[in-house]
């Protein structure tokens, strides 16, 4: 007995349709496509926020950025597992249109998702909120503009986890190395004056 992979793909498909039914509408479709396109810019703003506006920062905004990272690698990892084409290929009526890759799993998803768990862990609700509503709105907006299926964006939220969870593990490593690398940065600037 094996895994219904055509069982995912029609649940995916029903949460398309009913999120597709909200399309038509010039100014929804138009906040949907900046969602899906551009929010994606909240993850480095936040880790830049982060590095300067914090104690630690360089080590804050580097845990973000290492958890975004593996999270985008990871991407192509699980990419490998499971495939599916995006909606326009599968014969549906899309408000944007991607090159034939796999959608499975979202990186923009994975991405805005991935900044998440960092802020959270670091006790930064403000940032986390925000970075939460992007997430939340590029999941929506990839979507409602026809780039990926519901199940792609689930996808993505579960590889960030994921890659928060290893990279969380390795913290002390991660720790290690960022210290390494401002003692270098160091000696390179007293060196050069």
Known sequence: MGFNYSGVMELGQTGYRFVQSFAGNEFLD??????????LVLVPLAGLYLWFNEENGFEKASFMGATVCLSIGLTYVFGLLYYHQPPQYQG???????????????QHAAGTFAAIWPALYLGKQRVASVLTAGAVLTGIGRVYTGLHFPIDILGG????LTAFAAV?????????????LQTVTERFNLDRR
Do not use: G, R
């Open 92 to 106: 549906f009526e899309t408000i944007l249109t991607k090159d034939l890759e796999n959608a499975f799993p979202s």
């Open 157 to 160: 939220v579960l590889v960030s």
């Open 168 to 180: 969380h593990l390795l913290e002390d490593y991660l720790t290690l190395s960022i210290e390494w």
């Open 30 to 39: 138009q906040i949907m496509v900046f969602s899906a396109e551009y929010l």
